[in-house]
């Protein structure tokens, strides 16, 4: 076709199509729009600018015209007649090399899969997603967002389609905290935790739990960053003390385990009650004091104290001074007992053996290896067959012929 026919062919359509687009007659549109398909494939027109520039201004507005009739219309045989304008514009277009235009011709028409097939071919994704928007196709259009890196556009999608998760993921990818803060209030809290987590962003996570007051949870979730002073300022938050307590030790913040320690013993010193303020003073490793406020009138409580804290020095002092008041109250046992602790079991298994407690006086007689003294105990209890070996270790022929005869006449007895 020369361009002298080809001129008139499409002068004469543009022509045929003014009346019926302005009148909105769809109908009448469809011969002038396929006698200009028919001649543009038959010349093999390169593009809309290949063509005379006169002709080519009267074309090109005839079919922005006709394409902008995008909306539905009333009446069913009216609509079939609108979409029907914009498969002949989609064919136009394809046949300028024009494949957007086709594109948005065929969605216009309500072939949204051809549509994306075109765009697909072309390349051009994000027509592809700007389409399914249209459609209110969400997730989809947030799929094809996310593939291309376009994390804000695709959390916006994601958002309308009703995926929580999926929006909050990919605002976080974004980098856009102030975008994900709204987000993660409005998130159920299961979501946003492991969103956050997942995104390794801490400190949002921290934020948000903080405004919701979540400080059990945040104090669990430091430990396991291996936060110990941010775990005991949640503990504390979250009136855990002796939680808080232990955290500020493991952060080397004695200082501060110190200060909820006092907290936690003033009331019962308040209200006089020092025993159990000593007890809770031991429970947080205090010995010392914990000691100090009992060694008068508890002070068996006071000498183990000392002792766990490692104190040898206060205790042995204790229990000497204890032995000492009890030997002149006339209390031999107690004397005893605390001889014991103070490592002189020769004068604790003096007084037990006084007091007629001869099994752990002969027990300590044994320790010290006074064999004559433990065998002389166990010959009063009646265990004559132990005394007889402790009488043989000192050479006493004596008194093991006597334990002998001893053990003869019980034998015979029974």
């Given at each position: 076709?020369?361009?002298?026919?080809?001129?008139?062919?499409?002068?004469?359509?543009?022509?045929?199509?003014?009346?019926?687009?302005?009148?909105?007659?769809?109908?009448?549109?469809?011969?002038?729009?396929?006698?200009?398909?028919?001649?543009?494939?038959?010349?093999?027109?390169?593009?809309?600018?290949?063509?005379?520039?006169?002709?080519?201004?009267?074309?090109?507005?005839?079919?922005?015209?006709?394409?902008?009739?995008?909306?539905?219309?009333?009446?069913?045989?009216?609509?079939?007649?609108?979409?029907?304008?914009?498969?002949?514009?989609?064919?136009?277009?394809?046949?300028?090399?024009?494949?957007?235009?086709?594109?948005?011709?065929?969605?216009?028409?309500?072939?949204?899969?051809?549509?994306?097939?075109?765009?697909?071919?072309?390349?051009?994704?994000?027509?592809?997603?700007?389409?399914?928007?249209?459609?209110?196709?969400?997730?989809?259009?947030?799929?094809?967002?996310?593939?291309?890196?376009?994390?804000?556009?695709?959390?916006?999608?994601?958002?309308?389609?009703?995926?929580?998760?999926?929006?909050?993921?990919?605002?976080?990818?974004?980098?856009?905290?102030?975008?994900?803060?709204?987000?993660?209030?409005?998130?159920?809290?299961?979501?946003?935790?492991?969103?956050?987590?997942?995104?390794?962003?801490?400190?949002?996570?921290?934020?948000?739990?903080?405004?919701?007051?979540?400080?059990?949870?945040?104090?669990?979730?430091?430990?396991?960053?291996?936060?110990?002073?941010?775990?005991?300022?949640?503990?504390?938050?979250?009136?855990?003390?002796?939680?808080?307590?232990?955290?500020?030790?493991?952060?080397?913040?004695?200082?501060?385990?110190?200060?909820?320690?006092?907290?936690?013993?003033?009331?019962?010193?308040?209200?006089?009650?020092?025993?159990?303020?000593?007890?809770?003073?031991?429970?947080?490793?205090?010995?010392?004091?914990?000691?100090?406020?009992?060694?008068?009138?508890?002070?068996?409580?006071?000498?183990?104290?000392?002792?766990?804290?490692?104190?040898?020095?206060?205790?042995?002092a204790l229990a000497r001074r204890e032995a000492r008041?009890?030997?002149?109250?006339?209390?031999?046992?107690?004397?005893?007992?605390?001889?014991?602790?103070?490592?002189?079991?020769?004068?604790?298994?003096?007084?037990?053996?006084?007091?007629?407690?001869?099994?752990?006086a002969g027990t300590l007689w044994e320790q010290l290896?006074?064999?004559?003294?433990?065998?002389?105990?166990?010959?009063?209890?009646?265990?004559?067959?132990?005394?007889?070996?402790?009488?043989?270790?000192?050479?006493?022929?004596?008194?093991?012929?006597?334990?002998?005869?001893?053990?003869?006449?019980?034998?015979?007895?029974?």
């Amino acid at each position: 076709m020369d361009a002298r026919t080809l001129e008139a062919e499409l002068d004469g359509a543009v022509h045929a199509l003014e009346k019926p687009l302005t009148a909105g007659d769809f109908a009448s549109q469809h011969e002038p729009l396929r006698r200009m398909s028919s001649v543009l494939g038959e010349a093999h027109v390169a593009g809309i600018g290949a063509l005379e520039e006169r002709l080519r201004g009267r074309v090109f507005t005839a079919l922005l015209r006709a394409g902008r009739q995008t909306s539905q219309v009333e009446g069913a045989d009216r609509e079939i007649a609108r979409r029907r304008v914009h498969e002949l514009l989609a064919q136009i277009w394809k046949a300028l090399g024009d494949e957007h235009r086709e594109a948005a011709s065929l969605a216009a028409a309500g072939r949204t899969g051809s549509a994306v097939s075109v765009l697909r071919q072309a390349g051009t994704w994000d027509d592809i997603a700007t389409l399914y928007e249209k459609e209110n196709r969400w997730a989809e259009a947030a799929r094809l967002h996310e593939e291309h890196g376009a994390h804000a556009d695709a959390a916006r999608c994601h958002k309308a389609a009703g995926d929580v998760r999926s929006a909050l993921r990919c605002l976080l990818r974004a980098g856009d905290d102030a975008a994900v803060r709204p987000a993660v209030r409005e998130a159920d809290a299961g979501i946003a935790e492991a969103a956050l987590l997942k995104a390794g962003r801490r400190d949002l996570l921290a934020e948000w739990m903080e405004e919701r007051g979540q400080w059990t949870r945040l104090a669990e979730l430091r430990e396991g960053w291996r936060d110990a002073a941010g775990a005991a300022a949640a503990w504390e938050k979250a009136d855990r003390p002796e939680k808080a307590i232990a955290a500020w030790r493991k952060a080397r913040r004695e200082s501060e385990a110190l200060r909820l320690i006092e907290a936690e013993v003033k009331p019962l010193l308040d209200r006089g009650d020092a025993e159990d303020a000593a007890f809770k003073l031991a429970h947080f490793g205090l010995f010392e004091r914990a000691a100090g406020l009992v060694a008068e009138k508890r002070p068996e409580h006071a000498h183990r104290w000392l002792s766990q804290g490692g104190l040898d020095e206060q205790a042995l002092a204790l229990a000497r001074r204890e032995a000492r008041r009890a030997q002149a109250r006339g209390r031999p046992q107690d004397a005893a007992a605390w001889h014991e602790k103070a490592g002189e079991q020769a004068l604790a298994a003096e007084l037990w053996e006084k007091s007629g407690h001869l099994l752990k006086a002969g027990t300590l007689w044994e320790q010290l290896s006074r064999w004559d003294a433990a065998a002389l105990c166990c010959e009063k209890l009646g265990r004559l067959d132990r005394a007889r070996e402790l009488y043989a270790r000192t050479g006493d022929a004596a008194s093991v012929a006597r334990v002998e005869a001893a053990l003869a006449v019980r034998k015979g007895s029974s």
